[in-house]
């Protein structure tokens, strides 16, 4: 079964609202779709679960940290991923709690919608 390895963060700012990202789907197989998302993404095959965590904060948000914080969580599970087709596979993740100064300005990368730092209860019902 493949493996995929990735880290995520928690980014806080100083009134504690969390840095998510809203995805909407406008076409393929999730066409239709909506999803929050923490800042975060695989990691390098050699690259230690932290830098991939400060490489993918950079890479979506332009914010370069010197460390991802604390690691709070690291969890093995079966998924799924769409790559022309759906494939099984396990995938490896550790979480990271970072603080940070104001959040972003919002953002339009890669089909993500940065909606800065909302409220943390903001994504519930959505």
């Given at each position: 079964?493949?493996?995929?390895?990735?880290?995520?963060?928690?980014?806080?700012?100083?009134?504690?609202?969390?840095?998510?990202?809203?995805?909407?789907?406008?076409?393929?197989?999730?066409m239709g779709q909506t999803f929050w998302?923490?800042?975060?993404?695989?990691?390098?095959?050699?690259?230690?679960?932290?830098?991939?965590?400060?490489?993918?904060?950079?890479?979506?948000?332009?914010?370069?940290?010197?460390?991802?914080?604390?690691?709070?969580?690291?969890?093995?599970?079966?998924?799924?991923?769409?790559?022309?087709?759906?494939?099984?596979?396990?995938?490896?993740?550790?979480?990271?709690?970072?603080?940070?100064?104001?959040?972003?300005?919002?953002?339009?990368?890669?089909?993500?919608?940065?909606?800065?730092?909302?409220?943390?209860?903001?994504?519930?019902?959505?």
């Amino acid at each position: 079964m493949l493996r995929r390895s990735s880290s995520r963060l928690l980014v806080l700012d100083p009134d504690n609202n969390v840095l998510l990202f809203r995805f909407e789907h406008k076409k393929g197989a999730l066409m239709g779709q909506t999803f929050w998302a923490t800042p975060g993404g695989g990691v390098a095959e050699g690259e230690a679960f932290e830098q991939g965590a400060i490489r993918e904060l950079f890479g979506e948000t332009g914010v370069l940290v010197k460390t991802a914080g604390r690691q709070v969580a690291q969890w093995l599970l079966p998924s799924y991923c769409l790559l022309a087709r759906w494939l099984r596979l396990t995938s490896d993740t550790s979480l990271f709690v970072s603080m940070s100064g104001p959040c972003p300005p919002q953002l339009d990368r890669d089909g993500a919608y940065g909606n800065g730092c909302p409220p943390v209860a903001e994504p519930s019902g959505t």
